[in-house]
């Protein structure tokens, strides 16, 4: 059935910019006491907030100051600044979308200010029709607040949106919405899968399964 509105995750399946994340995460938590490989956070932190990621580290061994995410945020800012590659077909979604006449916005855990960044600089703010943040709205996924608020800005019943994730977290909160879920996963993805997203590996694939 296709949705009468669409709202997006961003990082991921957007804007491709979770490998600097991840990257200076790795470099961040070794130097803090909790070496891990890369593959290891993505496991594990995938759809977190930073807040959320620097209390989990920290029961796990990391020893990552009160200020920490604070300092991180202007290091990563500083990284997606100088150039956030778009997740690869995600243009021909928007297209396709804006064809049929379908709205769609933001949903994403990370900060408004991290949104402003990576889509300013591919033009892409004024084409979605809200970006909303979990950290400013206070009940960040998996809780299904921030779907919902997306959803009623939109002006759309939250059974005829579908969510585009590519995190368990996400997933979980699209459900927890009464949202259909579509997980983008190029390598395949059994956590998403089990949290009842329907998976694709291609977003040239997306405008079909969305009936468009």
Known sequence: MTPKAVIFDCDGVVV????????LLAADL???????????????????TLQGLRDKANTMGARLPADWCDDFYARLYTKLTLGTPLVPGIL???DALDAARIPYAMGSNGSAEKMQITLGQHGLIARFKGLFSGQTLGKPKPAPDLYLHAAAALGVDPSDCIVIEDSPTGARAAQAAGMRCMGYAPQGSATLAAEGAVLFSDMKDLPTLLGL
Do not use: K, R, Y
């Open 30 to 48: 070794t130097q803090h006491g909790l070496p891990m490989a890369v593959e290891s956070l993505h496991h594990i932190f995938l759809g977190m």
């Open 92 to 94: 021909a979604v928007l």
């Open 16 to 23: 491709d910019s979770e490998p600097m994340l991840f990257d």
